[in-house]
C-alpha cells in the first residue's frame, strides 16, 4: 500500500536494552524525519534526512542513532533505552519547493514504553 | 524552545460555533502550515500559508498570516464534533536548516 508506515505500533521493553523503530514510505520523498511528542512539549525532532546517506540532528538527539541506506527506509535505533525514552514517536517525509518545505506525511506512530 | 507558539491551549465550544487558534513565531519564515490530530494518530496536514501569502481558504478553514506580527490564525467555521482534535501549527523557519518547528498544540473539543 502506498503511504508511510511504521513499526512496530507498540513497544515494551527495558532500559539499557537496544530497539529500533521502523519508518518506510513509497512516495520516494527526499525528506524524512523522526519526532517524539511528549504531553507538555508538543512534537521535538530528533533527526532529520536530506536524502540517502545524509542525515543531521534535530532539536533531541541524544541516545538516538538514525541511517538512511535507502530513500524509502529510515530507521531509528535507541542504542540503550532509558524511561525517559518513553514517549509516542512519529515518522514523517516531506518534498521541498525551492528554499521551502511542502506538507509533512506522518505516519501513525509507535509508543514506545521504556520500563 | 519552540518557534511556534498555539494559544489557546484547549478550547471548547458547541457544535455550529466558529473556533479560533493563533500561533506566534519569533523568526522570519518561508511558510507555516497546521496540522490536526486526532486522538492516538498522526499528524494530518489541514493547510499550508507562505509568507507573501495574507489568507488562505479551504473548505471550512481559514487561515490567516500577518508577518508583522509573526502571527497566524486558524478559523474553523460552524464546527462539528468530527473537529475534535489537537491542531498544531509548524513553522519552515528562512535559514531553518531544514525542519519544521512544531508548536504545543491547541486541544479543540467541539460539544453536541
Known amino acids: 500500500d502506498a503511504g508511510i508506515t511504521q513499526s512496530p505500533r507498540y513497544k515494551i521493553t527495558e532500559t539499557g536494552r537496544q530497539v529500533t523503530l521502523m519508518c518506510h514510505q513509497t512516495?520516494?520523498?527526499?525528506?524524512m524525519f523522526w519526532y517524539r511528542q511528549d504531553l507538555g512539549h508538543g512534537l521535538r525532532l530528533i533527526y532529520y534526512s536530506a536524502a540517502a546517506d545524509i542525515t543531521d540532528k534535530g532539536e533531541v538527539p541524544d541516545g538516538y542513532v538514525v541511517s538512511r541506506s535507502k530513500t524509502e527506509n529510515f530507521p531509528l535505533t535507541l542504542e540503550s533505552a532509558t524511561r525517559s525514552q518513553t514517549s509516542v514517536y512519529f515518522c514523517?517525509?516531506?518534498?521541498?519547493?525551492?528554499?521551502?518545505?511542502?506538507?509533512?506525511?506522518f505516519g501513525p506512530g509507535t509508543r514506545l514504553t521504556v520500563l | 524552545s519552540q518557534q511556534g507558539e498555539e494559544d489557546p491551549q484547549a478550547l471548547s465550544i458547541q457544535e455550529g460555533e466558529n473556533a479560533t487558534m493563533n500561533c506566534s513565531y519569533k523568526t522570519s519564515i518561508n511558510n507555516l502550515q497546521w496540522y490536526r490530530q486526532n486522538s492516538g494518530r498522526g499528524l494530518v496536514h489541514l493547510i499550508l500559508?507562505?509568507?507573501?501569502?495574507r489568507e488562505k481558504h479551504s473548505g471550512r478553514l481559514r487561515v490567516t498570516l500577518d508577518t508583522s506580527k509573526k502571527s497566524s490564525s486558524l478559523l474553523i467555521t460552524a464546527s462539528r464534533a468530527a473537529d475534535t482534535a489537537s491542531y498544531f501549527c509548524a513553522t519552515d523557519a528562512m535559514g531553518g536548516g531544514n525542519k519544521l518547528t512544531f508548536g504545543t498544540g491547541t486541544q479543540l473539543k467541539v460539544e453536541l
Open positions: 500559508i507562505r509568507s507573501n501569502e
Open positions: 512516495w520516494s520523498h527526499s525528506y
Open positions: 514523517a517525509s516531506s518534498t521541498r519547493s525551492g528554499s521551502s518545505y511542502n506538507e509533512q506525511f
